[in-house]
């Protein structure tokens, strides 16, 4: 009961596909003039492989002012509803303390409802991000066919491209609205799910979502050449090419900076920021954001998946962070 975040939620495994997903699965052939986007989610992309992040990337620093908002504001509120009413009954009126815990008995379970649905988010905001990864990679290998996901447990997973089923999904994302992502379901040889992962969130917005998965779709169709993107020979640009991997996270390395912090939660709320958010909200978000991510561990991939996805070292579609425009707090080309 109430396991997993909004970031980390849990997804039922050691199970069938029910008849609705079976009938919502997505094609992974490219669909005619099917319209791409990079979404700001991709990692690095070369001739082997293509990197992404999962779902949970963009949602870190949020979860923890949630917390701590929870903490010092909704803890202390029920607290000083409970005094007043112990005040009012029990001191003032000299009613038996008895009488005070049966006649508000509904109270005091609906308050012991709450505490403990912040306990066991507590507990979860320590099992999944707390003592996590700064991020957990997805490697798309369009040489082997073969799908690499780094779970939370910092387990690797992988599957044959061809054997994983996907589907569109949405759930409520709280006072977000609707969560958009795309869930991927490994099974075993009797079509029983061994792991589930999603990838590509976007907020409210699900058109965005399928639009990455088409970038994804169209790398393990038809190789990087569409795709790629080398600022050396695009020279100035006012804006990011949506159809060509034309920004990359930088994050791979080291974890990322206090700056792209900023950045990253400014490209969360790209739209909504310049409306409603002032900069000191920004700085805020992305001073916990960024403070708890360098406490987290970096991802580090396997030698064996390394060894499975081997670049060449002439390979002319290489594509990261080095290579592609990085954006200030508002979005804007910097360099």
Same mark, same amino acid.
């Given at each position: 009961?109430?396991? =997993? ?18 009938? *919502? ?23 082997? +492989? ?36 112990? +005040? ?31 306990? @066991? =988010?507590?507990?979860?905001?320590? @099992? ?7 991020? +957990? ?6 040489? *082997? ?8 447990? =910092? ?34 040889? *009797? ?25 994804? @779709? ?7 050449? @569409? ?18 991997? !034309? ?13 792209? /912090? ?12 310049? !409306?409603?958010? /002032? ?22 991939? !396997? ?33």
């Amino acid at each position: 009961m109430l396991n =997993g975040t909004l970031q980390y939620p849990v997804y039922k495994n050691a199970r069938h596909l029910t008849p609705k997903e079976k009938q *919502n699965i997505l094609a992974k052939k490219i669909a005619y003039k099917s319209s791409v986007f990079h979404g700001y989610h991709f990692v690095k992309m070369n001739s082997t +492989y293509m990197e992404c992040v999962n779902n949970s990337f963009f949602l870190k620093g949020n979860s923890y002012l949630n917390l701590f908002g929870a903490l010092f504001i909704a803890v202390p509120v029920i607290l000083i509803v409970w005094l007043i009413f112990f +005040y009012i009954t029990v001191i003032r009126d000299a009613e038996s303390l008895l009488g005070f815990i049966v006649v508000f008995s509904p109270m005091h379970i609906l308050f012991s409802f709450i505490l403990y649905v912040f306990y @066991k =988010g507590y507990q979860n905001f320590k @099992k999944y991000e707390k003592l996590g990864y700064n991020y +957990y990679p997805i490697r798309f290998n369009r040489k *082997n066919q073969k799908v690499y996901v780094y779970d939370v447990s =910092g387990q690797i997973f992988s599957e044959n491209w061809e054997k994983i089923d996907f589907i569109l999904n949405h759930r409520l994302g709280g006072y977000e609205g609707i969560f958009w992502e795309i869930k991927g379901f490994i099974k075993d040889n *009797n079509g029983l799910i061994t792991y589930t992962f999603a990838f590509a969130l976007s907020k409210n917005k699900k058109q965005e979502t399928l639009e990455i998965w088409q970038f994804i @779709k169209e790398y393990m169709n038809n190789g990087p050449e @569409k795709l790629y993107f080398n600022k050396k020979v695009a020279g100035v640009i006012h804006r990011l090419p949506a159809e060509k991997l !034309s920004y990359c996270l930088n994050i791979e390395a080291q974890p990322e900076s206090l700056e792209t /912090s900023k950045q990253i939660v400014a490209l969360d709320y790209q739209s909504e920021i310049r !409306s409603f958010y /002032s900069r000191a909200m920004i700085k805020i978000l992305g001073a916990t954001r960024n403070k708890f991510i360098r406490a987290d561990k970096q991802p580090k991939w !396997s030698q064996q998946v390394e060894n499975e996805c081997q670049v060449d070292a002439k390979d002319p579609y290489v594509v990261d962070a080095s290579t592609t425009y990085q954006l200030d707090t508002f979005g804007k080309i910097i360099k």
